[in-house]
């Protein structure tokens, strides 16, 4: 017990040492005035008494250590007083010190701020109850190019009653409603789920309850609200619950209120999250044959204990193989595999490759300036290599340098790593609004304690690594060649030489990577803004409309609104041309359906004839400038009481029908047994981007949407209603933002409370299509900015250096008669030399890491030989100019002044 009360005394004894130094002292010399007295009183001199007292006493300075080491741990006091050592030195050059910690800040920070997202978005554990058994559970369609897989309404009753593998398990599909019941009618987006989806994720809500299963099977008209929606559009108010709220005009009753950081679905980007949720309650419709192969839904759920995914989806197959069996006799071919994987891998597998090249980018800003550092610290330890050696003549330990130059790299790049993670926070702080839609959970990216230690492990780490090769070159000081240089005529070894190039050309090269990477990335978005979209982006606004089925329940209802919207665009000022689309160019809308073309034999084991379908009303085709190429447009004579028509786009019709005319050919929806009407070719129109530029071209067909129920045949549903949603299109010959008021009011002109959905410019529209590859191309140019600002650093300081320590011979070559242009020379030859092997291993390595790239990049080779040469002809031109100062310093040397100072 004695023992654990002196373990915080001597641990507080660090901090208060000057003050027992001093009680030491005292007692010390009190001790020798006693003896000195006793021997004084013997008849001794008082010189012989002091040294007698001294003799008898012992060694004074063996007991002061004795003392220290009794009242404090001396290994943490000796870094202690290394550590105030390292303060004072550092202060004394207060260059040096900024430039150290600001170029580890850089990097650092840079890395911590990256790392907070991979750490939100990869790292961190989803915000549910027991994350790790959560799935995702859908089809995959055999011959399909499916990103994701999804499920039927079929599927999901069948799922949810025959699977034997989850404790809960249930369907949900995102959806829009209109909200019309606080103010201005608004369209928020929302989930339809089953009653199971909530106790799957194991959230308690923050007020009230989730909807049951059997309120969702009996179609029950109830709302779960999400904080942001309960705080944003009802002001927190605590008594919510028990009122009704109109969605798409019918009055649902809110019963509960999530708590501030639910989300569910975990959807992509900032936008497009789920403000609400109501029972899925599916119609009865949607278990007809016309929604047999709507794969437009999914399903999450819980594992029981002990299951493995791999069972699990064994489980779902069995069931996936009896839905098949039970497929109509027009749906016989098609053929579906249950896919189940971790729900964390479903939701981050979209990001993973932008989160690792990011994670690599600002890895190599590290290296670099984690290079810089060292090659300071060695150029400092060579500085102070005269302090050094006679410090070991005196008997210092090699131990005790060593020891001491550690603690000043871990000085320095904990000083840096605190800096970073100052700029680390402001980064996130404006960086999260720039991040692509790509990235999930983009709101849970912060800088929490998991991500500080990051960053504090990170500098101790860096400082290690740092201060390793110039603390060994320290204690590899020679002390006799040392001293006997006298000033300033010595210069170091070769060894020393040797590690400072090494050092150059690895940031050379490393630096030399990434503006490799920062070309390709600015070449590819290069090409992908001169690809040929297909259609006009200026003088173009869209907008979104839905009608809500409560009060456009009939076809009739819902011709009056689109007809009357149309005539009264057209007559806007400024309008030329009025359309709706079922799919807007540039926004990655419409889903790919099977298709059967007249005559057309498939080869054996081909995957399905998928292409995307556009439904057109009005004009669209001259409204978005899309180019006939043959054949006619749409006219009012194409009706749903005539001939079904088609037309399709230029991929379509070479795959399909090459080398022939395609005017006049015949295709239908679904598969060869489906019996659905056919389709006669009308016109041919130019390829349209349907996504980003730089994406593939889709095989596309237009219909008029007055022949959708006609064409679809099996697939239709009683009372199915066309038109009821779609993207109004408008071609305008003055700037399109100043039709948006008009633009609204010719909408509530015919029914006050539709709302419209965003509201934009096709420019707007083709600005977000590009931004996911703006963001890559920016970040990493960025990065590469920095890595060449630290290399450039890096090579100034070592030439600078090296220039000074061969002042003395640049003075004697002088005064031997060589030209100040030779001293230039020298300098530069020398220093094109290091830029020269950098440059050649760094396009070596940018060759070996070039298939990371390779998906991001567009019309571009990862071996381009124009990015490659512009990019070495950079570098060893920067190589050059942080020399050319040093070099022309070096020429300026007075032989006269040089010489006399030695």
């Known amino acids: 017990m004695k023992y654990l009360r002196r373990i915080p005394l001597r641990f507080f004894s660090l901090f208060t040492n000057s003050k027992a130094e001093a009680e030491l002292v005292r007692e010390i010399a009190a001790h020798l005035q006693l003896l000195e007295d006793d021997f004084l009183n013997r008849g001794m001199t008082p010189e012989d008494a002091r040294r007698a007292a001294r003799r008898a006493y012992g060694g004074v300075e063996q007991v002061k250590q004795l003392h220290r080491n009794e009242r404090a741990y001396q290994g943490l006091a000796s870094t202690v007083m290394d550590v105030q050592y390292t303060l004072r030195q550092l202060r004394k050059s207060p260059g040096f010190t900024l430039t150290a910690i600001l170029m580890l800040a850089f990097g650092i920070g840079a890395t911590t701020a990256v790392f907070s997202i991979v750490e939100g978005v990869l790292l961190r554990p989803l915000p549910y109850a027991d994350p790790d058994h959560l799935v995702v559970l859908g089809d995959e ?99 919510i619950l028990g009122t009704k709220i109109l969605l798409d005009r019918k009055p649902y009753l809110v019963i509960g209120v999530m708590p501030r950081d639910f989300e569910f679905p975990l959807v992509p980007g900032h936008l497009n999250n789920s403000e609400l949720w109501v029972p899925l309650s599916p119609r009865p419709e949607e278990f007809t044959a016309g929604y047999a192969a709507s794969w437009n839904s999914r399903m999450v759920g819980r594992l029981k204990p002990g299951t493995t995914p791999a069972q699990a989806q064994n489980d779902a197959q069995l069931v996936a193989e009896e839905t098949m069996r039970n497929y109509p006799g027009f749906m016989r071919s098609l053929r579906i595999r249950s896919d189940v994987k971790l729900l964390h891998e479903d939701t981050v597998a979209q990001a993973r490759p932008l989160v690792n090249t990011l994670l690599i980018a600002v890895a190599t800003v590290l290296l670099i300036a984690c290079t810089n550092l060292a090659g300071l610290l060695l150029v400092r330890s060579i500085r102070r290599r005269r302090e050094i050696a006679v410090r070991l ?222 439904l057109m009303h009005g004009d669209p085709f001259q409204a978005l400038g899309i180019r006939l190429l043959r054949g006619r447009f749409f006219t009012e004579s194409d009706k749903a009481d005539s001939q079904p028509v088609a037309i399709v786009n230029r991929k379509l019709a070479e795959h399909f029908w090459p080398g022939q005319d395609p005017i006049g050919k015949r295709m239908r929806r679904g598969m060869p047994e489906t019996p659905t009407p056919w389709l006669t070719v009308v016109g041919i129109v130019d390829d349209v981007k349907l996504g980003s530029p730089d994406g593939g071209t889709a095989e596309q067909f237009y219909q008029p949407v007055t022949q959708q129920a006609v064409s679809e045949g099996a697939f239709a549903s009683v009372g199915e209603l066309t038109g009821t949603f779609g993207y109004i299109v408008l071609h305008t010959d003055t700037p399109p933002e100043q039709l948006e008021n008009s633009f609204r009011a010719a909408v509530r002109n015919i029914d006050p409370q539709l709302p419209l959905i965003e509201m934009r410019t096709m420019e707007h529209v083709i600005s977000d299509s590009e931004a996911p590859r703006l963001f890559n191309t920016v970040l990493i140019s960025a990065f590469a900015m920095i890595a060449l600002l630290l290399a450039v650093l890096g090579i100034y300081s070592v030439i600078a250096f090296s220039v000074a320590l061969r002042e003395q011979e640049m003075a004697i070559r002088m005064a031997l008669g060589c030209q100040r242009q030779g001293v230039l020379h020298l300098v530069l030859i020398s220093a094109a030399k290091l830029g020269f092997i950098g440059c050649f291993l760094g396009l070596l390595a940018a060759t070996a890491v070039s298939h990371l790239l390779r998906s991001f990049l567009f019309g571009v080779s990862p071996f381009d030989p124009l990015v490659l040469m512009l990019s070495s002809i950079a570098m060893l031109s920067f190589a050059l100019a942080a020399s050319a100062l040093p070099a022309t310093r070096a020429a300026k040397i007075d032989p006269m002044i040089a010489l006399r100072g030695d």
């Not at 987006?189 to 308690?204: H, K, N, Q, W, Y």
Request: a neutral charge; proline letters at 4%; aromatic letters at 6%.
């Open 393 to 614: 003549a005196l008997g210092a330990r090699a131990a005790m340098l060593l020891r001491q130059a550690m603690v000043e790299s871990l000085v320095l790049s904990i000083a840096g790593g605190l800096v970073g993670l100052a700029f680390a926070a402001a980064c996130i702080r404006i960086g999260i609004s720039l991040l692509p839609e790509t990235l999930p959970r983009i709101h849970e990216i912060s800088l929490d304690w998991p991500v500080v230690a990051f960053a504090l492990g990170l500098a101790v780490l860096t400082g290690l690594v740092c201060g390793l090769a110039p603390a060994f070159a320290a204690i590899r000081t020679s002390v006799n060649e040392t001293l006997k240089e006298g000033g300033r005529t010595g210069t170091p070894g070769s060894g020393h030489g040797r590690l400072r190039s090494t050092l150059v050309v690895a940031e050379i090269a490393v630096a030399l990577v990434l503006l490799t990477a920062s070309g390709l990335l600015l070449r590819s978005f290069e090409k992908m803004r001169q690809v040929d979209l297909g259609f006009r982006v200026d003088h173009t606004l869209s907008a979104i409309y839905v009608l809500p089925r409560e009060r456009y329940a009939i076809q009739s209802s819902v011709d009056s609104f689109t007809d009357n919207l149309l005539r009264n665009l057209r007559q806007l000022p400024g309008v030329k041309a009025a359309g709706i689309s079922s799919s807007l160019p540039g926004t990655g809308d419409g889903g790919g359906i099977a298709i059967t073309v007249e005559g057309y034999v498939p080869q054996k084991g081909a995957e399905l004839n998928m292409a995307t379908v556009s």
């Open 141 to 239: 369609l055999v011959g399909s190019h499916w990103a994701r897989s999804q499920v039927t309404a079929p599927d999901i009753r069948n799922y949810m009653r025959d699977t034997h593998s989850f404790l809960h398990l249930g369907g949900y599909q995102r959806i829009g409603l209109e909200l019309s019941s606080t103010g201005d009618p608004v369209h928020i987006d929302a989930t339809r789920m089953s009653g199971e989806v909530f106790p799957t994720l194991g959230i308690a809500p923050l007020m009230g309850r989730w909807f049951t299963q059997q309120e969702d099977d009996q179609h029950q008209l109830v709302v779960v609200l999400s904080y942001g929606m309960w705080r944003e559009r009802f002001h927190g108010d605590e008594k």
